[in-house]
């Protein structure tokens, strides 16, 4: 094999891993997903929320973002735990929340995603967008 040759296979097998991975500065970006994760669209009806975010999360997680759509996101906004569990079980399809279970809202303060103030109320901290 010449010297030539193979420096076209070394070429070739180079611009085949930037496809594949991509180059060393692509690494350093945030990606796509990360950055729209970030920006959470409160204008969207409660169930297409849900539908749109609560995909594959878990209850604790879902508990959250139910949680952080009635809050619109504001980290301090007391929201009254019988008004989401009415929301919730309106919603109780497998493809949107399921079942409402009173560990969802205690993993989620363990967590430190939400708060809870008064009994019965719950807020947000500036850790709940981690569940995104």
């Known amino acids: 094999m010449t ?4 420096t076209k296979i070394i070429a070739r097998i180079e611009k ?8 060393g500065a692509e690494k ?14 409160f204008s969207l009806n409660e169930r297409a929320f849900v539908k749109r975010y609560a995909v594959d999360k878990s209850g ?3 508990f ?4 952080a759509y009635f809050s619109k996101g504001e980290e301090n906004k007391n929201i009254e735990l019988s008004e989401l569990k009415k929301h919730w079980n309106k919603m109780t399809a ?6 409402f279970n009173m560990f969802y809202p205690n993993d989620a303060k363990t967590r430190g995603w939400i708060d809870s103030k008064e009994y019965g109320n719950y807020n947000l901290t500036n850790e709940w967008k981690n569940v995104l």
């Open 64 to 67: 959250v973002l139910l949680l």
């Open 16 to 23: 085949l891993e930037k496809a594949v991975f991509g180059s």
């Open 60 to 62: 604790p997680k879902k």
């Open 94 to 99: 497998k493809t949107l929340l399921g079942k």
């Open 28 to 41: 350093n970006k945030v990606s796509p997903k990360k950055t729209a994760s970030m920006d959470v669209d």
């Open 3 to 6: 010297n030539d040759r193979l």
